[in-house]
């Protein structure tokens, strides 16, 4: 018997066994390669401390960067909202801010994002009175000249 009729008796007699090792092998090269290659994924509670660090170095740009990543897997996560919210706020962008908290309420019904939103639209608001003022003022001057 020759080494290749061996090889071929072996093989026929053990190719399940062959093939599974194979495919085991395979399996752990792969599973291996994914963990050490791969960049970890922060979690959600590393992400919020990290915006937050951010958020306190006034680091507001970066500290939008975790939480946007934060909010496409997790829409319902009301820290991530509160704190987008301060980060525009930050970059001096209030219409953003309010936009945000309107969006965190209607995804989370957060009574904090709720008392926030009403807060910031306060503060962002012009009354009638104001308005009438500004108006009465204009008419005036155009009067005069």
Known sequence: ???????SKFYNKNR?????????????????????LLPKRKTVDEKLALSEQYIRDGEYQLAYY????????????????KYMAIAYE???NMADAIDVLRE???QTDSTMLKKMLVER????MV??????????SSDESSDTE
């Open 127 to 136: 009354s009638d009175d104001e308005l009438e003022d500004d108006t009465s």
């Open 121 to 124: 639209e306060g503060n962002f």
């Open 104 to 106: 965190g309420v209607v």
């Open 66 to 81: 975790e939480l946007e990543d934060i909010l496409k897997f997790d829409d319902e996560c009301v820290e991530a909202y």
């Open 90 to 92: 930050g970059l001096g």
């Open 16 to 36: 399940h066994w062959i093939l599974g090792g194979g495919l085991l092998t395979l399996a752990i090269i792969v599973t291996v390669a994914v963990f050490l």
């Open 1 to 7: 018997m020759d080494i290749l009729e061996r090889i």
